[in-house]
């Protein structure tokens, strides 16, 4: 207000006016340069502000880390893009990276940012500028893709799966991940925004539950699955207290003798209302809900009786990852043994890869702790995960189970045979003794003699069993007059020079 001022003086001048008037005239003109260069500053400000929102908004649209859009904006784009109509179908991609969080845990924070921009580069130059794509949250992505006959979107879902597949070497790390991808099909003016977004999220966990697709298409059938997730939660917990579950034994059998030498605990659930479900999906059910602990400790409970019962054959439990990794996991099993009065020897617990790669230090002190007490453990499905060597000199166990996908061309293929003969080797060299599993015939059995494996199991020897059925089979043990036989067969040419090396 104050820089108007001289204006309103001239006015009340009068006759002095003539005398006065220049030098008002020097100061107005002063204060009209002053109040121009306020309003030019003022205006300046204004456009300075108006930028400064303009980022403000643009940085509350933008994912810090990569770049992208985030999830505010990516749900802008999409309502926008159903609101506009016309003709024309798109699709809404739902990306989820696999192990991220190990990346995170076991190389830290700025190498996983480093993998998420990696990430985001590699699905920039795959998708057309015009396709939107976003990070929607910690390491998911999201795209909308215009779909056309020329464009299948199922090419485009197995070409990221391929592009994120490929290692990362990011600050001299090699970074290996995988990703799930989910996708809902949406129309203009048909679909909502929101529920297009839940479609991809649901198919998306659909893939990531999947043994065999890393990518999904929705469907309602995956609805369902969701509603009977949630029911079979509910059902478990009932099982559990109700004892509705049973375990089965597997034998395992020494190479030589043929002598049960321990039997594998085998979790069933035979009356669930979906009919018997199997433990590789019944696992991942509790692990993902929680009830991994009750179940685990009612497993262990189970098998300690069973132990029991057996007197002096080992029993060997799966233990979950999760249940593993649990604090005091090693405290809960010492005391369980205590309760029962079962000779620690007497319990193998068979552990996953899975166990290990985030949590390696945690994993060497458990593992300890058990092998302290006397408990076997021992590496299961050796040669499906990372296989890493370094576990192997770092942990401590006492057998390596050779996984029984190992199996399908040993004795077909000259390779195959020679990697299992190289395993055996290699857990020979660190003094395990060797399980190999899923032997479904007789010359399996025979070539696995001849390369020295210690332990045989699968359905040529014994499928998984109820307690009184392995009594029967210790009692009246065949296994020796079945590998004598087996021994007499002719084996395939190959499988002979692989075996005499
Ligand atoms: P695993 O520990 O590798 O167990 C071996 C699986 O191979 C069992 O499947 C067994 O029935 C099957 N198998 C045995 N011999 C043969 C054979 O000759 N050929 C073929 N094709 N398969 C054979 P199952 O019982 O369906 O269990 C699958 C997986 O579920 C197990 O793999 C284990 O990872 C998990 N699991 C089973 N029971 C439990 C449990 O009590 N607790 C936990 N945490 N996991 C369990
Ligand atoms: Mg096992």
Request: glycine fraction near 8%; proline fraction near 3%; aromatic fraction near 6%.
């Amino acid at each position: 207000m104050s820089h108007f001022e001289p204006f309103i003086s001239v006015a009340a001048l009068g006759d002095l006016s003539l005398i006065v008037l220049p030098v008002v005239c020097v100061i107005s003109a002063a204060a009209l340069a002053r109040g121009l260069a306020l309003r030019a500053h003022v205006d300046r400000k204004l456009a300075e502000m108006g930028e400064r929102e303009l980022e403000l908004e643009k940085a509350a649209l933008t994912d810090a880390v990569t770049g992208l859009k985030n999830r505010v904006a990516f749900s802008k784009e999409l309502e926008a893009l159903i609101e506009r109509g016309g003709q024309g179908e798109f699709a809404v991609l739902f990306l989820d990276l696999d192990r991220f969080k190990e990346v995170n845990d076991t190389l830290g924070h700025k190498i996983g940012d480093g993998l998420l921009k990696g990430v985001a580069t590699r699905l920039r130059e795959l998708l057309p500028a015009e396709d939107v794509l976003a990070r929607i949250g910690g390491d998911e992505f999201a795209a909308i893709v215009r779909v056309d006959p020329a464009r299948r979107v199922d090419d485009l879902a197995i070409a990221i799966v391929e592009a994120v597949y490929e290692p990362f070497l990011i600050e001299g790390h090699v970074v290996h991940v995988g990703a799930s991808v989910g996708i809902a099909k949406g129309m203009r003016r048909t679909s909502s925004a929101e529920e297009l977004l839940r479609q991809a999220d649901i198919a998306m966990y659909d893939a990531k539950f999947s043994k065999t697709d890393s990518f999904r298409i929705f469907d309602e059938r995956m609805s369902n699955m969701i509603a009977l997730r949630s029911s079979m939660r509910s059902e478990l917990e009932k099982a559990i207290r109700e004892d509705e579950l049973s375990l089965k034994y597997q034998p395992v059998v020494d190479s030589h003798t043929g002598e049960l030498s321990s039997a594998e605990a085998l979790l069933r659930w035979p009356n669930s209302s979906q009919g018997e479900i199997s433990p590789g999906d019944l696992i991942p059910l509790a692990e993902e809900s929680g009830q991994i602990l009750a179940l685990g400790g009612w497993i262990l409970d189970k098998a300690l009786l069973a132990v029991r019962e057996l007197k002096d054959v080992p029993v060997a439990v799966n233990v979950s990852p999760i249940q593993f990794r649990h604090h005091g996991f090693a405290t809960i099993v010492g005391d369980k043994l205590l309760a029962t009065g079962v000779a620690p020897e007497l319990l193998r617990l068979e552990i996953t890869e899975g166990v290990l790669i985030s949590h390696m230090d945690a994993a060497k002190s458990t593992i300890r702790q058990l092998r302290q007490m006397g408990v076997v453990v021992v590496l299961d499905d050796f040669g499906t995960g990372y296989s890493s060597l370094s576990y192997l000199q770092n942990l401590d166990f006492d057998y390596m189970k050779i996984d029984k996908s190992f199996m399908k061309d040993l004795g077909r293929r000259q390779l195959a045979t020679q990697i299992m003969r190289c395993v055996i080797e290699l857990g020979h060299s660190l003094e395990l003794k060797v399980v190999a599993g899923g032997i479904e015939n007789d010359w399996q059995a025979r070539l696995l003699q001849l390369l020295n494996c210690d332990y045989l199991q699968g359905y040529f020897l014994g499928a998984p069993m109820s307690l009184e059925d392995l009594h029967a089979f210790r009692a009246n043990n065949n296994i020796h007059e079945k590998l004598n036989r087996a021994a007499s067969q002719e084996l395939p040419d190959l499988a002979v020079r692989v075996a005499n090396g």
